[in-house]
């Protein structure tokens, strides 16, 4: 039995859970989500808990158990208060705006980055260099900040670049002098 898979996922006050068929929604105040489960996973609603079981003892099955049951965790978590994810902006002249859905920054290059919001993500500037990004997918506003990050990721040498709130960037000891 699966450790994670086994344990109940606790529904909190506010949060609607529906299984239709494979299918798993969840509504709560931060709005609405749905997923589809593998056929070989038995999710079942009781009262205030999700309980996920297994159809058969098979190798698939009993390796989508804890999958599933962490996807629907997530689902709930995010219907009830939502995910952020932080990043920080460093170098000289480095900055960030957002105007509607586009996030406006000025990175080092020759020309400012305009990056489009995907729906279902917001951000919202802390300072000049810091984006707080804002969701109810936990996948989305994760997969968005590595896209943003991926635009200029930090280097080890002047540290320059977008980076996660809570990363480390190893830093790199420059050329010597003979």
């Not at 529906?18 to 589809?36: H, Q």
């Not at 989305?140 to 809570?166: M, W």
Request: proline share 4%; aromatic share 4%; net charge positive.
């Amino acid at each position: 039995m699966s450790r994670i898979g086994k344990k109940p996922v606790a529904i909190p006050a506010g949060v609607t859970v529906s299984v239709v068929g494979n299918t798993v929604s969840a509504k709560g105040s931060k709005g609405e989500l749905s997923i589809d489960t593998h056929r070989l996973m038995d999710v079942n609603v009781d009262g205030d808990n999700i309980t996920v079981n297994r159809i058969d003892e098979s190798r698939k099955s009993r390796s989508l158990h804890g999958l599933t049951r962490t996807l629907l965790a997530n689902l709930v978590t995010g219907v009830s208060s939502g995910y952020s994810k932080e990043l920080k902006i460093q170098g000289v002249g480095y900055r960030a705006d957002v105007k509607g859905d586009v996030l406006n920054m000025s990175l080092g290059f020759s020309h400012p980055v305009n990056f489009k919001l995907p729906a279902g993500v917001s951000a919202k500037i802390v300072d000049k260099t810091t984006i707080r990004l804002e969701g109810i997918s936990k996948q989305l506003v994760g997969q968005t900040a590595a896209e943003i990050r991926s635009i200029r990721p930090p280097e080890p040498y002047g540290g320059k670049g977008v980076r996660y709130s809570d990363e480390i960037v190893k830093r790199k000891e420059g050329k010597s002098g003979a």
